[in-house]
């Protein structure tokens, strides 16, 4: 299916642990972003791409590791957990840099106890 | 700086009403201002969009309304639905940059 779609839709993990969520779009788009949805604080960015192996921070990087060795595939990595790591996370893309539609997955809802 | 704040939190509205949320940003270098709709259990996605050098923007029963001096932008909702019912954010993001800055969300919920 054309699309982006994202791996998985929930997740509970254990403070401390490595846990990787993935994201696959199908469209080529250049540009690829990681998002945080927290109530109260809408959403935030936590790392965005422009291009494979081009990799940025956002607003809230910190705890978290990106890659993008493929255009299609960009991958949120929480390296040690933490209960603050709790949220919805959003990956999205876009067909061009700045001011444009940005194509959102459907979110991964992860908890961290 | 580089806030946009929306507000209000939550609206209740009857059916056939006027849903109207507000967004006020700082930044005078935004030049692209979207908002997204957001159904639960959904990713947020584009409703309509809007630059500086028109004041206003429709779309079907949807309009935004553009003040750039009082740096502020807002979207109507006509005729509400019970199907608008969902959460939408306004963002703002400038030409040629990476980053789009989100507002907190606006729950709606359209009564029947």
């Known amino acids: 299916d054309a699309g982006i779609t994202q791996s998985p839709r929930y997740k509970i993990t254990e403070t401390g642990r490595q846990v990787t969520l993935m994201c696959h779009q199908t469209w080529s788009h250049s540009y690829m972003f990681w998002y945080r949805q927290d109530l109260g604080h809408g959403l935030r960015l936590i790392y965005y791409s422009a291009a494979a192996d081009i990799t940025d921070k956002g607003e809230v990087p910190d705890g978290y590791v990106v890659s993008r060795s493929k255009t299609e595939n960009f991958p949120l990595t929480l390296e040690s957990a933490t209960r603050s790591q709790t949220s919805v996370y959003f990956c999205a893309s876009s067909e061009y840099r700045g001011a444009t539609e940005a194509f959102f997955g459907q979110g991964t809802r992860l908890t961290v106890v | 700086q580089q806030q946009v704040k929306q507000s209000p939190q939550s609206l209740i509205v009857q059916k056939g009403g006027i849903s109207i949320i507000n967004c006020a940003y700082e930044?005078?270098?935004?030049?692209?201002f979207p908002w997204y709709q957001q159904f639960p259990g959904k990713g947020p996605a584009l409703l309509i969009a809007?630059?500086?050098?028109?004041s206003e923007k429709k779309e079907g029963r949807f309009t935004i309304s553009f003040n750039k001096s009082a740096k502020q932008f807002s979207l109507h909702i006509m005729d509400s639905q019970p199907g608008d019912s969902a959460t939408y954010f306004c963002a703002a993001s400038i030409s040629g940059g990476f980053k789009t800055i989100f507002g907190a969300g606006t729950r709606l919920f359209v009564k029947a």
């Open positions: 809007i630059r500086p050098d028109v």
């Open positions: 930044n005078t270098a935004f030049d692209y």
